[in-house]
């Protein structure tokens, strides 16, 4: 898998139904967090996401 694609993933997991603002902001800071890490420390990262 590419960087973009684990990310989606890994974000997309954490996605709920809520609609508030809080939390849409609080993903958009985690999706930034996760664009800043290597391929390498994603791929771990999508494994606990993935079990």
Known sequence: MDKD???ELISNSLL???K???STR???DFKNYLE???LEQLRTM???FIL
């Open 5 to 7: 694609h684990l990310i």
């Open 16 to 18: 709920y139904d809520s």
């Open 20 to 22: 508030d603002s809080e």
């Open 26 to 28: 609080n993903l958009s």
């Open 36 to 38: 800043r890490l290597n």
């Open 46 to 48: 999508s494994k606990e």
